[in-house]
């Protein structure tokens, strides 16, 4: 199984995602293939909370965006080399632009091409659901943060797009790759 896991600028969950997929890796041993790719803001966060050298270590390959179409991954998406498309975290930025159909970053146009040719999409949003949440930052401070309305819109929206399937939590990977590799 190969898989493209697309990481964001969203702080929020960030060290529990790395942590599961860092599982998962292990767990799969040799049967997937996880490849990650890194938003120009996502290059940022993970610099920020220190895993971007465990990223480099623990995984097949690890790329940083360069433009929309650099590193090629949206072709890659639609040539079939990848099983599922995984964003986590995602921002709310990328929620919209993805829900608007907005393909300006690589991250951006690899899920709408992936939704084009029928490539299952997986998002976490960090704007789940409307209220408020806490996050913890790097030195361990709590940052408490208001959910819109606005978007959590978008967020239902992606729900209800064709192969696009959007989770809250990061123990919800597991469930994703125990069912695409009963398959």
Known sequence: MNVAWC???AGDKIIETYEVMKDIKDTYNGKAV????????????VKYYGIYQDLEANFDQKWVEISANSPFLAGQVQLGKYDFLLIAPCTSNSVAKISLRIADTLITNAAIMAQKAGVPVYIMPTDFEEGTTETRLPNGKILTLEIRREDVEHVKRLSRMKNTHVFKDPEYIYKIFERLTRE
Not at 34 to 45: E, H, L, N, P, R
Request: glycine residues 14%.
């Open 7 to 9: 990481i964001t600028g």
């Open 34 to 45: 996880i490849k990650v790719f890194i938003s120009k803001a996502g290059d940022q966060v």
